[in-house]
């Protein structure tokens, strides 16, 4: 009968070991992208451009199931990088902005109040009971929320 031998590892075997895993992580970690297929990075967030239109309640729900929200612009960084996508698409686009639940007490869909804004020159007009907010052109336009626009959702990057 054979007699197996435990043999324990040599250092040289366990610097093998521990090479290999080395380049393991680096090559696993390099298709670790910062963002999902489809999403745009920009400065540590992820954002979502649809190619669909919903109304926002509905852009809102679209945003949750992607794990993310409808976009809440905290810099004017963020909103030219925005404007930018969405000049070039030509796109009117739900952000997370609305005063449905206290007309003019804008909030964002993260909660925290209206701070910085870019609102196009005589927005918000609240024209035909306009509570919800899409990012056009230039600037900000306050909107019916059945209207159904583009949407954009943001997230961390990873």
Known sequence: ????????????????????????????????????WKWELFQGRCYFFSQTQDIWKDAISACQNLRAQLVVINSTEEQKFLKSWNVRNNQRTWIGLS???????WKWVDSSPLQLSFWKEGEPNNRGDEDCVELYSDGWNDNRCNTENFWTCEKPSS
Do not use: K
Request: glycine share 4%.
């Open 1 to 36: 009968l054979p007699v197996c031998v435990s043999q324990e590892p040599t250092r040289s075997d366990l610097e093998d070991i521990l090479q290999q895993l080395t380049w393991m992580n680096a090559t696993l970690a390099g298709l670790c992208l910062p963002c999902p």
């Open 99 to 105: 005063d449905h639940h206290n007309e003019g007490s």
